[in-house]
C-alpha cells in the first residue's frame, strides 16, 4: 500500500475516534461542573476553573489560553465542539475525517462512505447559538452513536488486508490516549487534594468518569463491588475485557501490526516495541502503578503512545 494511503486510513480513523472522545471528555466536564441553570448552561458567563482540566487533558489548553476567552462553560463547549481553528475539535474532527475519506474513497466500502459522510453534513447544519444544557448532551451522545455507527460499517464490510489494519491502528492509538486523559482528568487535575479522596465528591466524580467510556455497568458486573480509585483504574488501565482499556488498546494495536507483518512478509521495528508494552501492561498490578504515581505513569503512557503513532508512520513510510 501506498505511505499516502496508509497514512489517510490511518488518520481517517484517528479522527473519527478523536471526534467521539472529545464527546466523551467534553461529557465528564460538563456533568462534574454541574451548572444549575438548565434551560441556560451555555450562557451563564460564569467562570468554571474545572474547564482547565478539561482543556489540558485534551492538549487543547495552550491554544486556548492564547484565544483570551474566559473558561466559561459556552466558550469551552463551543472551541472543543465548533470551533475550526481548534484541530481537535469535533468539527475539525469529523471534516478531516471525511477529507481523508474522500481522498482514498475507493479503499473505504460504500457502508464506510455514506456513514461518514451523512454524519459530517448533518453536522454541519447545527446551529451553535441554539445548543442549550440538554441539546449539548444530545449531541455528544448522537457524536458517539455516529462514530460507532462508522466503526459497524468498517467491521461489517471491510477486506482483512492493510486497510483494516492501519485502520484498526489508528483506531486504537486513539482511544488509548483518550482512556489515559480522561483518567487524569480525575485523579490529578479535579482531585488534588488528599481529604477528598473516598468522600462522596470523590465517589461521584469515579461514577462519571465510568459514564463517560460506557463502563458503569460493566465495572459493577466484574468487580461486584462500590466505587474504588484502585478498582476503577485497574479496569481501566490493566483489564483486558473492557474494550478501552489500555491493556486491551494495545491487543489490538500489536494484532493489527502482526497482521501487517504476516501480510508483508516482514516484521517493522514498532511491531516490537507494540508486543513489549501490551505484554508489559499484561504483567503490572495496580499497586505498583499507585505507589509510582497514577498521574506519572499515566503521562509516561500518553508520551510512550505519541511515540509509538510516530514510529508507525516511520516504519511504514506515511506520506501526509
Not at 302 to 318: L, M, Q, R, T, V
Request: proline residues 2%; negative net charge.
Amino acid at each position: 500500500m501506498l505511505g499516502r494511503t496508509a497514512n489517510d486510513l490511518f488518520w481517517l480513523s484517528r479522527y473519527v475516534e478523536r471526534a467521539e472522545n472529545m464527546a466523551r471528555l467534553i461529557e465528564v466536564g460538563f456533568r462534574i461542573v454541574l451548572v444549575p441553570d438548565n434551560s441556560a448552561i451555555l450562557d451563564d458567563g460564569t467562570l468554571h476553573h474545572d474547564w482547565s482540566s478539561t482543556l489540558q487533558s485534551a492538549g487543547c489548553a495552550e491554544l486556548y489560553l492564547e484565544k483570551g476567552t474566559p473558561l466559561s462553560t459556552r466558550d469551552v463547549v463551543n472551541f472543543l465542539v465548533f470551533d475550526g481553528s481548534n484541530p481537535s475539535s469535533i468539527r475539525t474532527c469529523l471534516t478531516t475525517a471525511r477529507r481523508n475519506a474522500r481522498a482514498q474513497r475507493t479503499a473505504l466500502t460504500r457502508e464506510m462512505w455514506e456513514c461518514l459522510n451523512s454524519s459530517w453534513i448533518e453536522f454541519e447544519s447545527i446551529d451553535p447559538d441554539r445548543i442549550t444544557s440538554s441539546e449539548l448532551l444530545k449531541l455528544l451522545d448522537w457524536v458517539k452513536e455516529r462514530s460507532a455507527a462508522y466503526r459497524g460499517a468498517l467491521l461489517n464490510t471491510i477486506l482483512r488486508n492493510d486497510t483494516y489494519y492501519f485502520s484498526q491502528l489508528g483506531t486504537f492509538l486513539e482511544r488509548a490516549d483518550n482512556t489515559s486523559r480522561i483518567l487524569d482528568v480525575k485523579y490529578f487535575v479535579l482531585l488534588p487534594r488528599p481529604e477528598m479522596v473516598g468522600s462522596s465528591v470523590d465517589n461521584s466524580q469515579w461514577a462519571v468518569i465510568l459514564r463517560s467510556v460506557s463502563a458503569h455497568r460493566s465495572y459493577r458486573w466484574v468487580y461486584k463491588d462500590t466505587y474504588r480509585a484502585a478498582g476503577i483504574a485497574d479496569f481501566l488501565i490493566l483489564n483486558q475485557q473492557m474494550p478501552r482499556s489500555l491493556c486491551s488498546c494495545y491487543g489490538e494495536i500489536t494484532a493489527a501490526l502482526e497482521g501487517l507483518a504476516a501480510l508483508y512478509g516482514t516484521e517493522v521495528p514498532c511491531t516490537a516495541k507494540a508486543r513489549e508494552t501490551f505484554h508489559g501492561l499484561q504483567s503490572k498490578d495496580i499497586d505498583s502503578i499507585f505507589r509510582s504515581g497514577l498521574h506519572e505513569f499515566l503521562t509516561g503512557f500518553i508520551a510512550s503512545n505519541n511515540a509509538a503513532g510516530s514510529a508507525i508512520s516511520e516504519d511504514y513510510h506515511f506520506i501526509a
